[in-house]
């Protein structure tokens, strides 16, 4: 089974609202990936965890926290988002040290108003 | 600076007009070539994984095939369903086995 389970599928919030997305998987994978992405652009990496430990932060700005409680699980905390992050935001999975395929979740729209 | 470029930009087709879509790539060392198919507002599905050049793979009505400057989708008899965006990933030697750079996509859009 590859796949990535995301909730929730939609989400609209206030600029001063807190919300978080959540992501799981059961493939055994030990790499787990943050991405955005607008429309008719390809995906934009965020954040990677690599056992549990965040190994690559792509600067973005603090309002966006990730978390990984453990190997199935990551999150992604929002707070005080503009309306430009308004997006698609994907979860991915893969093995980990070799290049392995990334499998996506199927992502969560969120709106920021 | 490593580079993924995809063309057409968007492709019109038949049902059952092959076609085939181009990822070139410009890059330190390439690890893994990457197609996605993707559904508007969904996340991308992962088609297949090349290696190295003159590598081929297939899937239904799929088949991609690498050489050392590009790689192509060939699209056999496609059907309306086949339509989505393609998008070509790569893994290179400064990216690392985490980063994907991605090329911007090819459009397909299938008619009955």
């Known amino acids: 089974d590859t796949e990535v389970t995301q909730t929730p599928k939609h989400l609209v919030m206030g600029m001063t609202n807190k919300k978080s997305l959540k992501c799981e998987q059961h493939?055994?994978?030990?790499?787990m990936y943050w991405y955005k992405q607008k429309a008719k652009k390809p995906p934009e990496l965020m954040f990677v965890?690599?056992?549990?430990?965040?190994?690559i932060n792509e600067s973005v700005p603090s309002r966006f926290s990730p978390e990984c409680p453990n190997s199935s699980l990551l999150n992604l905390h929002l707070h005080a988002l503009q309306p430009e992050d308004s997006a698609l935001y994907l979860c991915?999975?893969?093995?980990?040290?070799?290049?392995?395929?990334?499998?996506f979740g199927p992502g969560t729209r969120l709106t920021v108003t | 600076e490593d580079q993924v470029t995809q063309s057409p930009e968007a492709l019109r087709l038949q049902e059952g007009e092959s076609s085939s879509l181009n990822c070139s790539y410009t890059?330190?060392?390439?690890?893994?070539l990457f197609w996605y198919r993707q559904d508007p507002g969904k996340g991308p599905e992962f088609l297949f994984t090349?290696?190295?050049a003159g590598e081929e793979k297939e899937k239904e009505r799929l088949k991609a095939t690498l050489t050392k400057k590009e790689s192509f989708l060939h699209i056999t008899a496609p059907k309306p369903e086949d339509s989505a965006t393609y998008l070509c990933?790569?893994?290179?030697?400064?990216?690392?086995?985490?980063?994907?750079?991605f090329g911007t996509g090819t459009r397909l859009l299938v008619s009955p």
């Open positions: 965890y690599s056992y549990e430990k965040l190994s």
């Open positions: 991915a999975s893969s093995a980990s040290g070799q290049s392995y395929e990334q499998y």
């Open positions: 990933a790569v893994q290179t030697l400064n990216t690392g086995f985490q980063k994907l750079v």
């Open positions: 890059v330190s060392g390439l690890r893994g």
């Open positions: 493939m055994g994978h030990r790499a």
């Open positions: 090349l290696y190295s």
